[in-house]
C-alpha cells in the first residue's frame, strides 16, 4: 500500500465480532463518535457515512481479502488526518464504546450467560490432551467455551434497557448538558469499567472493577473509605428495606475489607461469587440512580453533600425529605444452578 493520502476525510471500519444488532434496534446504535452497525444495514446507510462504492467492489480491489464478510457488526468513526495518525485513537474510541455497550450487560445478563465480543477475535473451543506416562494410552478432551455466546441487541435488549439508564448514559455520552466535564468523564469511565467486569472471566477481577467504580462515584480524596461508603450508598439504597434486612452496611464494609487485602496484599481467597453479585447490583443501582437524576448530581460535590443532608435527616430521626420518591432499586436472584456456574 502507497503512501495514505494527508489531510483528507477517513472512515475507520474495523469488524466487532460476537456482538449483533436486530432490527429492532434498527441496526444501528451510535456510542459518543462510533457507529455500530449490522453489515446489512451497512451497505444501506454507505452514502450517508461518506462510503464511495459498495461494499462488494472494496473487497475486490484488495486481492485475498474478504473483510466485509468477517463479521455481522461493524465500527466505524469518521475523521479527517492522517490515518497512520490517528490509528490508535480510533482503535481506543472504538475499544471505550465496546465496553460502554457491554456494560449493557450489567443488570440485564447473569454472569452464568454474559458474552465477550469486541474487535479482538475469541476463540470458543480448545483441545486437551490426557496421556499415560507409563503406558502410550491418550484421551483427548474437548471443550466448547459457552462465554463466546454473542451479545445480540434485540426487542428484549430495547424494552429492558427502556426501564432502565442505558439510554439515558448514551444521551449524556452524545449530548452537552450542565453538569461538570469532570464529573461526566467519571462517569462515562464507571460505566465502561462495568462493562469490562462484564466481559472478565477472572472473578476477582471483576470484582474489583466494581468496586473501583462504587469508590470513583461515591468517594472523594481524603475519606476514610470504610465509613465512608456504607453512608454514601445508604443515601442512595438506605430506603429499601433489604438494607437493614440483609446487612448492606456491614456487606459493603466486608468486601472493601477484602478489596484491600487484593490491593495491598495481593490476597483474593476471600474474595466469593457473593461478594462480586452483591456489588455487580450495588454498581448497577448506583449508576441507575445518579443517572437517571443527573440534574440533582450535576457534580460528585453533589453526591456527597447530598448523601450527607440524608444522614442529617436520618441522626435527627425526622421525615425523609432529600431523597427522590423516584429513586429505583434492583435486586436480582439466583438459582442453585446458576450459581454455581458462574
Same mark, same amino acid.
Given at each position: ?5 494527508? =489531510? ?66 461493524? *465500527? ?33 445478563? =447473569? ?79 464507571? *460505566? ?40 454514601? *450508598?445508604? *443515601? ?107
Amino acid at each position: 500500500m502507497g503512501t495514505l493520502q494527508k =489531510n483528507s476525510d477517513w472512515l475507520y471500519i474495523s469488524p466487532v465480532y460476537h456482538l449483533e444488532i436486530s432490527k429492532d434496534v434498527n441496526g444501528e446504535l451510535t456510542v459518543g463518535r462510533v457507529i455500530f452497525v449490522d453489515i446489512k444495514k451497512l451497505q444501506r446507510i454507505r452514502k450517508r457515512i461518506g462510503l464511495p462504492i459498495v461494499l462488494s467492489k472494496i473487497d475486490k480491489k484488495i486481492p485475498g481479502v474478504s473483510f466485509f464478510k468477517e463479521s455481522k457488526t461493524y *465500527a466505524i468513526i469518521q475523521f479527517r488526518g492522517v490515518p497512520e495518525q490517528k490509528e490508535l485513537e480510533c482503535r481506543e474510541l472504538i475499544e471505550n464504546a465496546v465496553a460502554i455497550i457491554s456494560s449493557s450487560q450489567l443488570g440485564y445478563c =447473569n454472569r452464568d450467560n454474559n458474552s465477550q465480543f469486541g474487535i479482538i477475535k475469541t476463540r470458543g473451543t480448545g483441545n486437551r490432551f490426557f496421556i499415560n506416562k507409563n503406558k502410550f494410552e491418550a484421551h483427548l478432551n474437548r471443550f466448547v467455551e459457552s462465554k463466546v455466546l454473542p451479545f445480540r441487541l434485540d426487542k428484549h435488549w430495547k424494552e429492558f434497557h427502556k426501564k432502565f439508564y442505558f439510554f439515558d448514559l448514551l444521551k449524556l455520552i452524545s449530548t452537552n448538558n450542565k453538569m461538570q466535564k469532570k464529573w461526566k468523564e467519571t462517569i462515562i469511565r464507571a *460505566a465502561g469499567m462495568s462493562g469490562k467486569s462484564m466481559q472478565s472471566r477472572d472473578l476477582e477481577y471483576s470484582f474489583l472493577w466494581n468496586m473501583i467504580i462504587v469508590e470513583m462515584l461515591l468517594t472523594e480524596q481524603g475519606d476514610k473509605f470504610l465509613e465512608s461508603l456504607p453512608k454514601r *450508598a445508604e *443515601a442512595f439504597i438506605g430506603w429499601v428495606g433489604y438494607w437493614k434486612e440483609k446487612k448492606f452496611e456491614e456487606k459493603i464494609q466486608s468486601i472493601y475489607t477484602k478489596r484491600c487485602q487484593f490491593v495491598h496484599d495481593g490476597n483474593s481467597k476471600n474474595i466469593s461469587v457473593s461478594d462480586v453479585l452483591f456489588t455487580d447490583d450495588l454498581v448497577f443501582n448506583l449508576l441507575w440512580n445518579i443517572i437517571r437524576h443527573i440534574d440533582l448530581f450535576p457534580s460528585k460535590e453533589s453526591v456527597i453533600v447530598f448523601s450527607e443532608k440524608v444522614q442529617a435527616e436520618k441522626l435527627l430521626g425526622v421525615k425523609p425529605r432529600i431523597q427522590p420518591k423516584t429513586f429505583k432499586y434492583m435486586n436480582r436472584n439466583f438459582d442453585e444452578n446458576q450459581f454455581n456456574r458462574i
